[in-house]
Structure formats: C-alpha cells, structure tokens
C-alpha cells in the first residue's frame, strides 16, 4: 500500500532563518505531487505542484520555492522566512490517470514563525 | 475569488441523526468532487467522490449528492457517530488540471453523544 511521510511534524523558526521540509511517498511510482498549506481558520491553499522530477509548477507568489529531485521526495524550502510563513503545511501525492484520482494526504508540519 | 464555498462553519447533530454538510461552486468546469475528513493536527483524509456524470455515490454511511444544475453538493452521514466529529472539506478539480484540487474552508462538524 502506498504511505505518504512528512517531517518534521512541528517547527518553531525565527523570521528570517531558512527552511528546508520534506516529504516522500512509498509505494507508488511517478506519483503526482503538491504541496499546500492551511493558515489559521482558512481552507488549503495549493502552494506548489509536481508531475515529475524536476518539474515544478507554483500556484501563488510568495516567498517558498519548492524541488522534486527524486521521482517520490517533493520538498519545500525558504531562504529567509516571513511571519506570514506560519501555518499548517501539507504534502499530498496522487496517481496519474485518465480520469481524476483523489490526493492522498501527509499528516502534516505544523509551522511557527517567532 | 472563492470557487468553492461551504458557507456554513460549523454544524452540531445528535448521534443516530443525519449530518448533511453543504458545498457550492462556481466554476462550471470543475467535473470531480472530493470531501475529505480531517482531524486536528493530522492531515485530511480522503472519504468519498463523485463525477460529474453521476448525482450520488454511496459508500457505507457517507452519500454525496451532486447538483450539477445548481452547482451545489452534499454529504449526508447517516447515522452519525461521534468518531464522526471533525473538519470536513469539500473539494472540486477538472479534467486536465492534473488533480489539483480547489478546497473549501471547511465545516465543523460535532455529533453530540
């Protein structure tokens, strides 16, 4: 079966210090991926996605960027983070087909910026 | 501009009663809907989905009933557990958009013992 591994699962960083969070999922091969986040009493936004390795599509402006460097391990860095970097960060994975597949879910990095 | 809407933030229900949470969009291309359950600090789960070629699909206590002519689903739990208690999203995608999902901001759901 396939599983889905974020970490860490809580962070507490000063604003302006970088940032490095990762996820990888087993089971699965050349899975689509993204990354979202959930800020306080609002929905998930999709921050990034990935069909393949080394193909990166960003959703929003801001101050993430995010590498696919192997075909199952997506990660999301900063260089100097921001206080409205805060919140609840997730990582999800789905199958490629010819109709739509549902994501699939990592438990999640809780985020804090000091 | 919020796509999909669950304008409702929280809804409370007796155990053994029906839950239905209500989900709206506006983007007439979307043409698959997801809810997800998700419980503090874990990420959410994936729990039912429909086509836009069909207007139910069932799976054990969860339906999802889809009005494509009123851009508007639900989810009706019947009976409703207190394990059932949670943050339900509603989510929506179209062919083509590589499963990237459009979520709602979610709805509170209590079920009271």
Not at chain 1, 105 to 114: K, V
């Amino acid at each position: 079966s396939q599983t889905i591994h974020q970490w860490p699962a809580t962070l507490v960083q000063p604003v302006g210090s970088p940032l490095s969070l990762e996820c990888t999922v087993e089971g699965t091969s050349n899975p689509n991926l993204y990354w979202y986040r959930q800020a306080a009493g609002r929905g998930l936004q999709l921050l990034f996605y990935s069909v393949g390795i080394g193909q990166i599509s960003s959703e929003v402006p801001q101050n993430l960027s995010a590498s696919r460097p192997q075909d199952r391990q997506f990660i999301l860095s900063s260089k100097k983070l921001l206080l409205s970097d805060s919140g609840f960060y997730l990582c999800a994975w789905s199958a490629k087909g010819v109709f739509n597949q549902p994501q699939h879910f990592g438990d999640g990095t809780r985020l804090s910026i000091l | 501009d919020q796509q999909v809407k669950q304008n409702s933030p929280s809804l409370s229900v007796q155990e053994g009663r029906i839950s239905i949470l209500n989900c709206d969009y506006t983007n007439s291309m979307f043409d698959y809907f997801l809810w997800y359950k998700k419980y503090p600090a874990e990420g959410p789960t994936f729990l039912i989905s429909i086509s836009s070629i069909k207007d139910k699909n069932e799976d054990g206590r969860f339906t999802v009933f889809l009005n494509k002519s009123a851009k508007h689903l639900s989810l009706h739990i019947v009976p409703s557990q207190p394990g059932d208690s949670a943050v339900y999203f509603c989510a929506a995608t179209h062919t083509g958009a590589n499963s990237k999902l459009t979520f709602g901001k979610g709805i509170t759901l209590s079920v009271r013992p």
